[in-house]
Structure formats: structure tokens, C-alpha cells
């Protein structure tokens, strides 16, 4: 029987939580012995996972590993895609240090020659996990801005609920945004109205980056017709997925700033943003996009 159901099944169970805590003790040191008395392969598929999540990386090395722990540490395995875009800082060395040492079988990279932008990396990285078999595709950033403990959540709305993208949204109650200058968050705020103002779109995070797709919405969409590069992208590629008629749920999360490591912001990324979306408007209405079949 696969270890994790055996753990999470036990946990169901109705025992007080004191009992919990130990049976869940007992199984993990079960877990360690078994882990070191089988074979190789078959270690791999206690690794084994429908989930890819990727994280593009330009200079990102105080955050790479604590992030790449920290989604490895979740009950449900996922496994990760680095693309990283030469990162002069050194950041795929420490990736390829951790593939070496300690996940080879759930970690992985795809490194480029040179900073292409946001939304090159991410059309790679879809590219790559349609490949490899994945049926859920996340898009994450490597700053702690998206929460690993709310992967999950993404993963049960379109594993369990049906849907075909998971919006992890900043803006469905309110604004939860911890630590972002008052100017950015307005902006940001503000910007996701635009977009639905414009586009008539009705999703409230329209910017955001943090995202769990079906694989079918990807297999759908044409990735070589997406034009888009920074904050753009992210529009374009939710509103392309509502254009060819997917289900889309937004989930609330709470979008903490970076505390590490330096922003990729840039006024060229916002500038594309606004004029991008009247571009997309005037798409949403000549533009034939392929239709979701289920
Ligand atoms: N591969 C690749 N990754 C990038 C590029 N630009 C940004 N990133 C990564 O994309 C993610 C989001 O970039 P951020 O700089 O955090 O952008 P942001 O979240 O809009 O800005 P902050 O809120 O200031 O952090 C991070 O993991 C970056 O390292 C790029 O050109 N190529
Ligand atoms: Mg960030």
C-alpha cells in the first residue's frame, strides 16, 4: 500500500489528539526503516506524483532551497520544476546540488542562456510538464509571496471540485496583501479592476501568479500564440483559458511580500500590462479560440 494513504487514513481515523500525534510518530520512523530496507525504484514511486509545480528563478538563491524544503515537507508530494534563466547569483547551482544530494527522483531544472522573461519560462515549463506526463501544472514564484501550505488547496479545487484553473486570489475578500508599500498594492488592486473593466472579465486577481492548471486547459491553448512576457502574461493566459471556456475558481490566499532577494518588477512589465489588455479585448472579440473538450 502506498505509505502516504497509510499515513493520512491513519490521521482520519477518530482517535484524541495525543494518540494522533503518536501513531503518526510511529508511522514516520515505519516509514524511515521501510525507506532504507527497499530498492531504489521503489523508493521512486513512493515519489511519484500527478502534480509539477513551476518555479521560474532569476537570482534567487536565499530563497531557492528554503522553498524547495518547504513544498517537499507538504503531506502531498509534488515535484518541482526550476527554470532558471542564468541566474548570475549561482541559483541553479544550488538546485542541481540539491538534485544531487537529496530529491533526484522529484526535482528538476530546465536552464536557459539569458533573462527571457516570465512568461517564456513559464510556456517552457508547461511545455515540459505536458511532456512528462503531469496532470496538474502549478505556476509559483520563489520569493515566499505564494504560501506552500496553500499548494494544496490549488491542487483539491481542480482535483476534487472540477475545475480546470485554480486562482490563488488576493482579492476575493478584501485585499490580502502583507508588506507590499501602499503605492504597489493600489496599483496592483487597481490594475485587476482595469483588466475587468476593460476585458469584462470577471475574475478579481486577474495578475495574479499562482495558479494550479488541468493539464487539458494547457493542451488546449495554442502556448507559441501566447505574446505576452511579464504581469501581461498572466492576464492573457487566464483570459485565454475563460475564452476557450474552461472552469475557473478562485481561492483566496494571503500574498506576503518578498522578505529575501531583489524584485524583477519593471516599468517595461507594467507599461506592456496596460496596453496589453486593451489588446487582448479587442482578441476577446475577432479572435477564434480553441473550445474545451471534456
Ligand atoms: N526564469 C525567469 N524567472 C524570472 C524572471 N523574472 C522574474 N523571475 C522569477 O519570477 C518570480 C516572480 O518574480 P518577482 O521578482 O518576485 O516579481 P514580483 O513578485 O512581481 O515582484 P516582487 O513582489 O517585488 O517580488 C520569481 O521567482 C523570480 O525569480 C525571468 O526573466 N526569468
Ligand atoms: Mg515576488
Known amino acids: 500500500m502506498h505509505l502516504n494513504n497509510l499515513k493520512e487514513r491513519s490521521i482520519n481515523q477518530h482517535t484524541t489528539h495525543a494518540q494522533q500525534i503518536c501513531r503518526t510518530a510511529l508511522i514516520n520512523s515505519c516509514m524511515k526503516m521501510q525507506v532504507k530496507s527497499v530498492a531504489d525504484k521503489d523508493i521512486k514511486l513512493m515519489n511519484e506524483s500527478d502534480s509539477i509545480i513551476i518555479i521560474p528563478t532569476y537570482n534567487e538563491k536565499e530563497n531557492i532551497e528554503k522553498i524547495i524544503r518547504a513544498i517537499f515537507a507538504l503531506d502531498?508530494?509534488?515535484?518541482?520544476?526550476?527554470?532558471?534563466?542564468?541566474?548570475?547569483?549561482?541559483?541553479?547551482?544550488?538546485?542541481?546540488?540539491?538534485?544531487?544530494?537529496?530529491?533526484?527522483?522529484?526535482?528538476?531544472?530546465?536552464?536557459?542562456?539569458?533573462?527571457?522573461?516570465?512568461?517564456?519560462?513559464?510556456?517552457?515549463?508547461?511545455?515540459?510538464?505536458?511532456?512528462?506526463?503531469?496532470?496538474?501544472?502549478?505556476?509559483?514564484?520563489?520569493?515566499?509571496?505564494?504560501?506552500?501550505?496553500?499548494?494544496?488547496?490549488?491542487y483539491s479545487a481542480c482535483a476534487d471540485e472540477g475545475y480546470d484553473l485554480a486562482i490563488g486570489s488576493r482579492y476575493i475578500t478584501g485585499v490580502n496583501v502583507v508588506n507590499w508599500p501602499i503605492g504597489r498594492v493600489l496599483m496592483s488592486y487597481f490594475a485587476s479592476k482595469y483588466v475587468r473593466?476593460?476585458?469584462?472579465?470577471?475574475?478579481?486577481?486577474?495578475t495574479a501568479g499562482f495558479k494550479c492548471y488541468k493539464r487539458r486547459v494547457l493542451e488546449t491553448i495554442n502556448l507559441d500564440d501566447i505574446r505576452f512576457k511579464g504581469y501581461a502574461f498572466q492576464i492573457e493566459m487566464k483570459f485565454t483559458t475563460y475564452k476557450c471556456g474552461f472552469k475557473i475558481k478562485e481561492v483566496p490566499v494571503?500574498?506576503?511580500?518578498?522578505?529575501?532577494?531583489?524584485?524583477?518588477?519593471?516599468?517595461?512589465?507594467?507599461?506592456?500590462?496596460?496596453?496589453?489588455?486593451?489588446?487582448?479585448r479587442w482578441d476577446g472579440w475577432f479572435k477564434k479560440y480553441p473550445k474545451a473538450v471534456s
Open 76 to 154: 502531498k508530494c509534488f515535484h518541482i520544476l526550476v527554470i532558471d534563466d542564468g541566474s548570475p547569483d549561482g541559483t541553479a547551482a544550488i538546485v542541481k546540488s540539491l538534485m544531487a544530494s537529496d530529491f533526484g527522483d522529484r526535482l528538476f531544472i530546465v536552464e536557459r542562456s539569458g533573462k527571457l522573461g516570465l512568461g517564456t519560462a513559464y510556456i517552457a515549463g508547461f511545455k515540459w510538464g505536458i511532456e512528462h506526463g503531469y496532470d496538474y501544472i502549478f505556476e509559483m514564484d520563489a520569493d515566499f509571496s505564494h504560501a506552500p501550505s496553500d499548494l494544496p488547496r490549488l
Open 197 to 206: 473593466f476593460v476585458t469584462g472579465f470577471k475574475v478579481h486577481d486577474t
Open 254 to 280: 494571503i500574498f506576503v511580500n518578498r522578505v529575501e532577494g531583489v524584485s524583477k518588477m519593471s516599468g517595461g512589465i507594467f507599461g506592456e500590462a496596460f496596453f496589453g489588455v486593451m489588446r487582448l
